[in-house]
Every structure is written in C-alpha cells, then in structure tokens.
C-alpha cells in the first residue's frame, strides 16, 4: 500500500484534519509547485531533477539537505523503470520520510516520569511563541489528565512574568515567579519546592531568550540545568527549542547557536499555518538528528498538535491526496 492509499480512509483523514487545514499555506506556496510537476507530463530529465532542487531550496528544507536528497533520488533503482514525473511522486514521498525517519523509530512524545515530577525546560529567542507555546502544552498536558505547574523563569524580557501569567490564569495552572531580573536559577528552584509539596505531575520552565553572547546563554542555562538537576533526578526530563517555522533558515541559525548551548532533545515548531514554505521540519530533522516533538498549527490554545510525520506529509499533499 502506497502512503497516498493509507489517507483514503475518512479515519486516517479526519485525525490529520489539523494538519491539513494548518498547512494550507505550504501545500498552496513552494509545494505548490512540486503538486503542479507531479501533474505535469515532464520527462525525467536534468532538468527536472534541478526543478525539483529549486523547489525543495525554496521550501526551506535546506541547501545541504537537497543536494543530499536530489543525489540519493536520481541514484535510486526505481527511477530507472519510470519516464515521466508523475512516477516520480511515491519515490518522492518515500525520500522525504526517510529524511526524517533516517531508519529510526523517532518518538515525539514527551519524556514524562511515569512517577513523580518530570521538568521540561523551553529554550528559545524572544519572538518565536515560547511562552504561548508553554501555556498550549500545559492545556495539552491537563486534558491529558496531568497537573501542570509553570515556572516564569525568563526574568529578564520586560512583560514576560505578566504574559505566563496571564497565560497561567487562561489554561489554569498556578505560576511561580520572582521579581524581574532575578535569577532565573532561583525561581526554578522555588518552583519545584512548590511542584513537590503540592504533587504537580509536571513543572514547565520559561528561560530567557537572550543571545547576546553564547557564552552567557551556555553559563546561565547551565546553571538553571544543574540546580534542576540537584533537585529532581534525571532532570530536566526533556529540554525543547522553540522555533519559529516562518523564519526559515534563520531558524536553523537559531537552532545552532541553543544546540551548541545545550543539550536540546526535542523542537516545537511554532506558526507552521503561517509560512508559505514548512521545509525546515526536514531540514531540522536532517541537519540536527533532533526529533520535532510538537507543531504549531494555529493561534487557538487546542491548535499545537504531537508532531506525526505521516500527518506533516499529508498536510504537504493532502490536495492531490483527496483528488485521486
């Protein structure tokens, strides 16, 4: 059964409902183009494959990651039984899950204690949704029957305690904070002293989204990793970059620079129904061997979702999909 046969189904369908609707923008803008060649009559040729190049550059998937997956599709034995780019479609397909799947079984769940607290540290410049997202995961996490605790660790960005807090106040989770521009080290520390006294399942860590020097960043998140790490075994149990999708690859820039800084295990990608391209889920994947753990789909407090990459490449071709 090929990839566009699993989405017959009106169940397969109706679960990646959010993707599809998320990604209009993406599917209409740069694969826009990849549907209108698939359609096309256009022998396999030189020229197709640089089409195909310029189209996956212009998604945002990535120099490097293209010209990696443009040679391993023109190598791969199946092109050589097809004439034209219809046929091409499934290989394609096939490639873009094995950018991310890279012969793993990638998990995008959160790595929760099955006991006791699990801490979750967010990572990110100012700009890219963080603490929106924070307040979107704790929702996600309460409908999940979990009680969530927030830590309004960014100190330093004018307004930030507020927005938690107000945040806190929408989904219904208590929030813990210092005055502005005290350590964020210890108003983390007061956090899981009330996260342990009250028995919160999760505690969800806002940090500062400064980068004027990597130096500092790495010091300071250093510091907020050892205290957490002092106080809850195996802490932090998860520590996610939150990106931007509309920034491209300024996000993979970013991506660098808290990579190189910490020790990050997952990335939530904010805005996805907002950017014409939502390559860089490849791109990331490729280039980091860093899982996406959740997307952004939408600004409603429901509309970050579990990131499923069967779901993702449905959102990228769900016209052609429910066409055929």
């Known amino acids: 059964m090929g990839f566009f046969d699993i989405f017959k ?22 694969f826009g183009r990849l549907a209108a060649l698939f359609n096309s009559n256009k022998q396999i040729t030189d020229e197709l494959f640089d089409e195909l190049e310029e189209i996956f550059v212009m998604a945002d998937i990535g120099v490097d990651t293209v010209v990696k997956f443009i040679d391993e599709l023109r190598s791969d034995v199946r092109i050589k039984g097809i004439t034209n780019a219809a046929s091409l479609q499934p290989i394609v397909v096939d490639k873009m899950f094995d950018i991310y799947l890279k012969g793993e079984i990638v ?19 100012n700009g890219t949704g963080k603490t929106t997202t924070i307040a979107k995961v704790a929702h996600k996490l309460k409908s999940e029957g979990k009680k969530v605790l927030l830590a309004a ?12 807090t107000i945040w806190g106040e929408r989904v219904g989770c ?8 005290s350590d964020p080290s210890s108003v983390i520390f007061d956090a899981i002293k009330v996260a342990k006294a009250e028995n919160y399942d999760v505690l969800l860590c806002d940090t500062a989204g400064r980068l004027q020097t990597k130096v500092n960043l790495m010091k300071e998140l250093e510091k907020i990793k050892r205290v957490i790490g002092r106080e809850v075994e195996n802490a932090p149990q998860d520590t996610l970059l939150v990106i931007d999708a509309t920034t491209g690859q300024n996000g993979l820039s970013q991506a660098q620079a808290f990579i ?3 020790d990050v295990s997952g990335v939530v990608l904010t805005k ?12 990331i994947r490729d280039k980091y061997n860093i899982p996406i753990k959740f997307v952004g789909l939408g600004e409603n407090v429901t ?22």
């Open 153 to 164: 660790g960014d100190t330093f960005r004018a307004g930030a305690i507020e927005q938690l």
């Open 174 to 181: 208590k929030v813990v904070s210092g005055p502005e521009k």
């Open 9 to 30: 189904s009106k169940a397969k369908k109706e679960a990646a409902k959010k993707y599809r609707i998320g990604m209009e923008k993406t599917r209409k803008g740069a």
């Open 272 to 283: 996805l129904d907002g950017t014409a391209k939502g390559g860089i889920v490849l791109a």
């Open 107 to 125: 998990n995008s769940n959160l790595n929760l204690n099955k006991n006791g607290l699990s801490v979750i540290l967010f990572v990110g410049v």
């Open 260 to 262: 190189e800084a910490t």
């Open 303 to 324: 509309d970050l979702e579990y990131f499923d990459i069967e779901k993702y490449i449905y959102g990228l071709f769900a016209d052609m999909i429910d066409e055929d």
